[in-house]
């Protein structure tokens, strides 16, 4: 009988101590919340200093997530718009090789300008090579 006694009191403490732990918490949220309201401020001349940095930072955090908000929904329009563009691209690319395959004087005018545009990138790369195997001579030598 005593060992039942003490299993109930046993747990009406662990019950009373959860529920004194919720209630502190509960205190603690209305006094950090006290002050708040739609201005952010409300008597804050009488709050202690803790409290005050606290409300700050609150508001801090808030503004933060905002502003992360709307770059995030930049991002996502960027995004459709960057997408809708290469499908575009992918449409003209599509039309220009259909025109190109329907006349036959436009493929060989592409193809000679893919070999004048090659040997203008070789003539750059070499002059560029050039010039820095030029620098290098004069700052080692």
Known sequence: LVKRYREIVYDCTNDFKKTNRAIMKKREQNDLFRGANRDGNNGSQEEDPAMEALLRERNAIGNSLASATSVLGQASETLSELRSQGASMKNVKSKVLVLASR??????????????????????SCVIAACILFTLWYVLG
């Open 103 to 124: 006349v036959p004087g436009l493929n060989g005018l592409i193809e000679n300008i893919k070999k004048k545009r090659g040997k203008d990138d070789m003539i750059v």
